[in-house]
Protein backbone atom coordinates (compact mmCIF):
# COMPACT_ATOMS: atom_id res chain seq x y z
CA UNK A 1 0.00 0.00 0.00
CA UNK A 2 1.62 3.26 -0.79
CA UNK A 3 0.28 6.72 0.41
CA UNK A 4 0.28 9.52 -2.63
CA UNK A 5 -0.47 12.57 -2.77
CA UNK A 6 -3.90 14.45 -1.35
CA UNK A 7 -6.33 12.88 -3.89
CA UNK A 8 -4.59 9.27 -4.09
CA UNK A 9 -2.89 10.10 -7.48
CA UNK A 10 0.67 9.79 -7.29
CA UNK A 11 2.34 13.35 -7.77
CA UNK A 12 5.12 14.65 -10.09
CA UNK A 13 5.10 11.12 -11.89
CA UNK A 14 7.85 8.08 -11.90
CA UNK A 15 11.23 9.08 -11.38
CA UNK A 16 13.66 9.70 -13.96
CA UNK A 17 16.02 7.28 -14.76
CA UNK A 18 19.05 9.26 -14.87
CA UNK A 19 21.39 8.54 -11.60
CA UNK A 20 21.27 12.39 -10.51
CA UNK A 21 17.55 12.14 -10.42
CA UNK A 22 17.54 9.46 -7.90
CA UNK A 23 17.30 12.42 -5.29
CA UNK A 24 13.47 13.37 -6.21
CA UNK A 25 11.88 14.71 -2.93
CA UNK A 26 9.54 12.73 -0.61
CA UNK A 27 6.15 14.35 -2.10
CA UNK A 28 7.03 12.97 -5.68
CA UNK A 29 7.11 9.52 -4.95
CA UNK A 30 4.51 7.16 -3.48
CA UNK A 31 5.19 6.31 0.32
CA UNK A 32 4.79 2.99 1.71
CA UNK A 33 2.46 3.09 4.62
CA UNK A 34 3.08 0.78 7.44
CA UNK A 35 -0.22 -1.09 8.48
CA UNK A 36 -0.70 -0.71 12.48
CA UNK A 37 -0.35 -4.06 13.55
CA UNK A 38 -2.65 -5.16 15.94
CA UNK A 39 0.20 -6.97 18.57
CA UNK A 40 -0.79 -10.46 20.36
CA UNK A 41 -2.36 -10.04 23.56
CA UNK A 42 -1.81 -13.25 26.04
CA UNK A 43 -5.22 -14.07 28.22
CA UNK A 44 -4.70 -16.23 31.05
CA UNK A 45 -7.82 -17.75 32.83
CA UNK A 46 -6.22 -17.23 36.21
CA UNK A 47 -8.13 -19.01 38.91
CA UNK A 48 -6.40 -22.30 38.01
CA UNK A 49 -3.21 -21.06 36.49
CA UNK A 50 0.01 -21.82 38.54
CA UNK A 51 1.97 -19.27 40.12
CA UNK A 52 4.85 -20.52 38.35
CA UNK A 53 3.42 -19.84 35.00
CA UNK A 54 2.18 -16.72 35.47
CA UNK A 55 5.76 -15.71 36.67
CA UNK A 56 6.92 -16.90 33.27
CA UNK A 57 4.29 -14.88 31.16
CA UNK A 58 5.14 -11.68 33.67
CA UNK A 59 8.73 -11.60 32.50
CA UNK A 60 7.40 -11.96 28.51
CA UNK A 61 5.78 -9.35 29.21
CA UNK A 62 8.15 -6.96 30.00
CA UNK A 63 11.19 -9.11 27.64
CA UNK A 64 8.60 -8.31 24.85
CA UNK A 65 6.21 -5.63 25.25
CA UNK A 66 2.85 -7.66 25.20
CA UNK A 67 -0.23 -7.21 27.28
CA UNK A 68 -1.06 -10.10 28.86
CA UNK A 69 -4.04 -9.87 30.77
CA UNK A 70 -5.37 -12.27 33.98
CA UNK A 71 -8.92 -12.97 34.37
CA UNK A 72 -10.46 -14.77 37.07
CA UNK A 73 -13.39 -14.00 39.82
CA UNK A 74 -11.39 -13.13 42.76
CA UNK A 75 -8.72 -10.08 43.04
CA UNK A 76 -5.27 -11.00 41.63
CA UNK A 77 -2.20 -9.39 42.71
CA UNK A 78 -0.03 -8.80 39.45
CA UNK A 79 3.72 -7.35 39.54
CA UNK A 80 3.38 -3.36 38.76
CA UNK A 81 3.59 -2.86 34.76
CA UNK A 82 2.27 -1.48 32.11
CA UNK A 83 2.07 -4.56 30.15
CA UNK A 84 0.57 -7.22 32.82
CA UNK A 85 -3.43 -6.34 34.18
CA UNK A 86 -6.00 -8.33 36.16
CA UNK A 87 -9.81 -8.03 35.06
CA UNK A 88 -11.73 -9.43 38.31
CA UNK A 89 -15.45 -10.93 37.07
CA UNK A 90 -18.11 -11.77 38.70
CA UNK A 91 -18.32 -15.34 40.41
CA UNK A 92 -19.91 -17.81 38.62
CA UNK A 93 -19.50 -21.12 36.63
CA UNK A 94 -17.57 -20.28 33.19
CA UNK A 95 -18.42 -16.25 33.51
CA UNK A 96 -13.97 -15.57 33.17
CA UNK A 97 -14.20 -17.97 30.45
CA UNK A 98 -17.25 -15.90 28.47
CA UNK A 99 -14.85 -12.70 29.37
CA UNK A 100 -11.89 -14.12 27.80
CA UNK A 101 -13.47 -15.21 24.44
CA UNK A 102 -15.69 -11.95 24.20
CA UNK A 103 -12.52 -9.75 24.25
CA UNK A 104 -9.93 -12.28 22.23
CA UNK A 105 -9.25 -11.19 19.13
CA UNK A 106 -8.07 -13.33 15.89
CA UNK A 107 -4.19 -14.55 16.51
CA UNK A 108 -4.44 -13.76 20.90
CA UNK A 109 -3.11 -16.21 22.93
CA UNK A 110 -4.97 -17.91 25.77
CA UNK A 111 -3.11 -19.69 28.51
CA UNK A 112 -6.04 -22.37 29.70
CA UNK A 113 -6.07 -25.62 31.41
CA UNK A 114 -10.17 -25.16 30.63
CA UNK A 115 -10.86 -27.89 27.11
CA UNK A 116 -14.35 -25.80 26.56
CA UNK A 117 -12.86 -22.36 26.64
CA UNK A 118 -9.87 -23.88 24.59
CA UNK A 119 -12.60 -24.93 22.24
CA UNK A 120 -13.83 -21.51 21.82
CA UNK A 121 -11.03 -19.89 21.72
CA UNK A 122 -10.04 -22.03 18.41
CA UNK A 123 -13.50 -21.20 17.19
CA UNK A 124 -12.64 -17.80 17.22
CA UNK A 125 -9.29 -17.62 15.47
CA UNK A 126 -6.84 -17.76 18.52
CA UNK A 127 -4.17 -19.89 19.87
CA UNK A 128 -4.93 -22.20 23.27
CA UNK A 129 -1.99 -23.24 25.30
CA UNK A 130 -2.04 -25.53 28.62
CA UNK A 131 -0.06 -24.64 31.59
CA UNK A 132 1.72 -27.88 31.16
CA UNK A 133 2.89 -26.69 27.59
CA UNK A 134 0.50 -28.39 25.29
CA UNK A 135 -1.40 -26.56 22.76
CA UNK A 136 -4.63 -27.44 21.91
CA UNK A 137 -5.29 -27.68 18.07
CA UNK A 138 -8.44 -28.10 15.50
CA UNK A 139 -6.60 -31.65 15.09
CA UNK A 140 -6.84 -33.19 18.45
CA UNK A 141 -9.53 -30.73 20.46
CA UNK A 142 -12.65 -33.40 19.36
CA UNK A 143 -10.89 -35.86 21.09
CA UNK A 144 -10.07 -33.97 24.00
CA UNK A 145 -13.48 -32.97 24.58
CA UNK A 146 -14.45 -36.31 24.23
CA UNK A 147 -12.42 -37.87 26.93
CA UNK A 148 -13.09 -34.98 29.02
CA UNK A 149 -16.73 -35.90 28.73
CA UNK A 150 -16.06 -39.71 29.11
CA UNK A 151 -14.37 -38.98 32.50
CA UNK A 152 -17.50 -36.81 33.89
CA UNK A 153 -19.72 -40.04 33.30
CA UNK A 154 -16.99 -42.19 35.15
CA UNK A 155 -16.79 -39.55 38.18
CA UNK A 156 -20.59 -39.66 37.97
CA UNK A 157 -21.05 -43.26 38.16
CA UNK A 158 -18.54 -43.09 41.28
CA UNK A 159 -15.42 -44.15 39.68
CA UNK A 160 -12.34 -42.56 41.49
CA UNK A 161 -10.23 -41.74 38.51
CA UNK A 162 -7.46 -39.75 40.18
CA UNK A 163 -6.52 -36.20 39.17
CA UNK A 164 -3.71 -35.11 36.94
CA UNK A 165 -0.02 -35.72 38.25
CA UNK A 166 1.43 -32.97 40.12
CA UNK A 167 2.66 -29.85 38.19
CA UNK A 168 6.66 -30.22 38.12
CA UNK A 169 9.78 -28.99 36.38
CA UNK A 170 9.21 -30.49 33.55
CA UNK A 171 5.86 -28.84 33.14
CA UNK A 172 7.35 -25.83 33.48
CA UNK A 173 10.32 -26.12 31.38
CA UNK A 174 8.11 -27.52 28.58
CA UNK A 175 5.47 -24.03 28.63
CA UNK A 176 8.21 -22.39 28.33
CA UNK A 177 9.85 -24.06 25.57
CA UNK A 178 6.64 -23.80 23.64
CA UNK A 179 5.42 -20.34 24.57
CA UNK A 180 8.87 -19.45 23.13
CA UNK A 181 8.40 -21.02 19.86
CA UNK A 182 5.00 -19.38 19.55
CA UNK A 183 6.03 -16.29 20.28
CA UNK A 184 9.17 -16.36 18.16
CA UNK A 185 6.85 -17.33 14.94
CA UNK A 186 3.96 -14.79 15.95
CA UNK A 187 5.19 -11.60 17.16
CA UNK A 188 8.05 -9.15 16.51
CA UNK A 189 10.44 -8.45 19.25
CA UNK A 190 10.73 -5.06 19.75
Not at 57 to 71: D, K, M
Not at 145 to 160: P, Q, Y
Request: with cysteine; proline share 6%.
Amino acid sequence: MFQCGANGVRQGGAPRRRAKARRYTARTRCQPVKKELKMMQIWVDADACPVVIKDILYRVAERLQLNVTLVANQLMRVPPSRFVRAVQVPSGADVADAEIVRLLHPGDLVVTGDIPLAADVLLKGGFALNPRGEFYTNDNIAQMLTMRKFMDELRGSGVDTGGPAPFGQADRQNFANQLDRHLARHVKRP
